[in-house]
């Protein structure tokens, strides 16, 4: 079963806009992830966000999380045709690092010159 | 330093063939994750490598199988293809098994397609 849902399931906007991209889960967590994938290829991590931080900032992203609604947000701001992946978000909830990050489906985002 | 590579970027395969995939870790990392990608379901959690030995895997069938080799490398191995097993197979390794909040590193996948 999928950990992480994500909302929107597409996105499009304009370039200089800014994105927002949301996920819910169900269970507690060690720490949150949010990944790139381009064109149905490798997954580029994006952040790592724990458990006990609420806000994580990366360049033009903007992570949160809210463990007492069990949600996070990534933010892309001034977002830029380059932007154009999915964007997924991974939930690690175990004592066994990876063997339990847990994936959702991912939002479709198109950024449009 | 290279990242994780996979071989070989595309398989077709015939329903009821085997299909071998291979991934090599980053240099240093001794744990290797496979995942699988098929359409509309998400990345599934396969199998998990560590120093050899399989550590955890996900909810999948015998017929998916793996090892790992001395020098970390992986190899997937999936017996008597089904149809339904056409998705991207993605390879991940990290550093630090069992700990928390470390980060995985991604191959590009191995996109095996069944007829």
């Known amino acids: 079963s999928q950990q992480g849902e994500e909302d929107p399931q597409a996105l499009s906007i304009q370039e200089g806009e800014n994105a927002t991209m949301n996920c819910s889960y169900k269970?507690?967590?060690?720490?949150l992830q949010w990944y790139r994938q381009n064109s149905g290829r490798g997954l580029v991590h994006l952040i790592l966000i724990r458990s006990n931080e609420r806000e994580k900032h990366s360049g033009r992203l903007r992570v949160t999380l809210d463990t007492s609604k069990k949600s996070s947000s990534l933010l892309i701001t001034a977002s830029r045709a380059a932007d154009t992946a999915s964007y997924f978000c991974?939930?690690?909830?175990?004592?066994?690092?990876?063997?339990?990050?847990?994936f959702g489906k991912g939002t479709m985002l198109l950024v449009s010159p | 330093e290279a990242g994780v590579t996979q071989s070989p970027t595309h398989l077709i395969k015939t329903r009821g063939q085997q299909a071998t995939l291979r991934c090599s870790p980053i240099?240093?990392?001794?744990?290797v994750y496979w995942y699988q990608q098929a359409l509309g379901l998400g990345l599934q959690f396969l199998l998990w490598y560590d120093e050899g030995e399989e550590r955890n895997r996900g909810n999948f069938p015998p017929r998916f199988s793996g090892r790992q080799f001395p020098n970390y490398s992986s190899e997937l191995n999936v017996n008597a293809l089904e149809l339904e097993d056409s998705a991207l197979y993605l390879c991940a390794s990290s550093l630090l098994p069992g700990q928390k909040n470390t980060e995985a590193f991604f191959g590009q996948g191995t996109r095996l397609t069944v007829v």
């Open positions: 269970t507690s967590i060690n720490n």
């Open positions: 240099s240093g990392h001794t744990s």
């Open positions: 991974a939930t690690d909830a175990g004592l066994r690092g990876y063997s339990t990050l847990t």
